[in-house]
């Protein structure tokens, strides 16, 4: 049965042809912990550092060459880590984290950019992963737009209900409000389920 | 004077513009201070256009960025049962003017904050 499925997923891929998944989602929802759990649980290190400041990530983190072992089958791809996309940036925001207000306005300055670099490489990649804060209300227009374009686009997404460790996650959520798509409840932070979200992309991003 | 200027667009006076025309008149208007009502939605890539556009524009001091809010409709179909939905009013402002929104699937009302003065538009 494994061999069947290398070879249908060799099939499709082909020796030189890679898939280029990107993560997207909002800030804080927790792409670049996914990110590294992903490469830690693959590869045995991380991609990038995570922090509690939003827009943190504000430069697009590439790892080439992530190999997925899965029950034996093997999938070769590159995991591009991009900014959270977002409607506005206000600077005051990041005063809250203890930034100075010069700091702050240059924060706010290069997530502006982040942003652009986000919504380009959507041209470029060929699978997504949407990361959703479970603890959060899944329907906001950052998630519709971009949902929206990967439709538009025919780019085969995954849905991560992200932080199902916390109490308050309610990931029937996201699932009621989007039927249509797969979504995987996990925990980025934790590896909880993580096997379902490889399985997951596994199936879509063949 | 302290106002808010809404501008209302039929969807057929978008008709006439092209993707770009109508992202930068949308921003325009919007960094100007001003609310903008439209017939329908923009498609998903005028939408990543519209957040691009943005992005570029935002100044930090005055210019935070955009809040974007869409009250939908069932789609009509042809035998008349349609579980899709489609946009049937898009609201579009300056994130520091909108400020408090509450949304309901028919219903949206919001408080638009004008330096010391108030508006409320439901």
Do not use: R
């Given at each position: 049965m494994q061999n069947i499925f290398r070879r249908f997923l060799n099939k499709l891929l082909g020796k030189d042809k890679k898939l280029k998944i990107g993560?997207?989602?909002?800030?804080?929802?927790?792409?670049?912990?996914?990110?590294?759990?992903?490469t830690n649980d693959w590869i045995g290190k991380p991609l990038g550092l995570s922090s509690e400041i939003p827009h943190e990530t504000r430069k697009v983190y590439r790892q080439e060459h992530v190999s997925i072992n899965h029950n034996g089958v093997e999938l070769d791809f590159d995991i591009i880590d991009t900014p959270g996309i977002a409607t506005k940036i206000d600077y005051k925001n990041f005063l809250r984290f203890g930034l100075s207000e010069a700091e702050a306005k240059e924060r706010a300055k290069e997530a502006t950019k982040g942003i652009i670099e986000a919504i380009k490489w959507l041209d470029d990649v060929t699978g997504v992963i949407l990361v959703v804060d479970a603890t959060k209300d899944p329907l906001t227009q950052a998630n519709i737009t971009i949902i929206g374009n990967l439709e538009a686009r025919k780019i085969p997404f995954v849905i991560v209900a992200n932080k199902i460790d916390i109490p308050e996650a309610t990931p029937e959520r996201i699932t009621a409000v989007f039927p249509q798509h797969t979504v995987v409840p996990i925990s980025a932070l934790h590896g909880e389920n993580t096997e379902n979200l490889y399985e997951a992309m596994i199936k879509r991003f063949h | 004077m302290n106002g808010l200027k809404m501008d209302f667009l039929s969807s057929d006076a978008l008709l006439a513009h092209t993707s770009m025309e109508k992202i930068a008149m949308i921003v325009d208007k919007v960094k100007g201070g001003n609310l903008v009502i439209i017939e329908g939605g923009l498609i998903p890539e005028e939408e990543a256009e519209l957040i691009e556009t943005t992005m570029r524009e935002i100044d930090i001091e005055n210019f935070?960025?955009?809040?974007?809010?869409?009250?939908?409709?069932?789609?009509?179909?042809?035998?008349?049962?349609?579980?899709?939905?489609?946009?049937?009013?898009?609201?579009?402002?300056?994130?520091?003017?909108?400020?408090?929104?509450?949304?309901?699937?028919?219903f949206i009302s919001m408080i638009a904050n004008l330096g010391d003065s108030g508006a409320s538009l439901h």
């Open positions: 993560l997207y989602g909002h800030p804080n929802s927790g792409k670049t912990t996914l990110a590294n759990t992903m | 935070v960025g955009i809040d974007i809010y869409t009250l939908e409709k069932d789609k009509k179909s042809l035998f008349g049962i349609s579980k899709k939905k489609a946009v049937g009013l898009t609201i579009i402002g300056p994130a520091n003017t909108m400020k408090t929104v509450k949304k309901k699937s028919n």
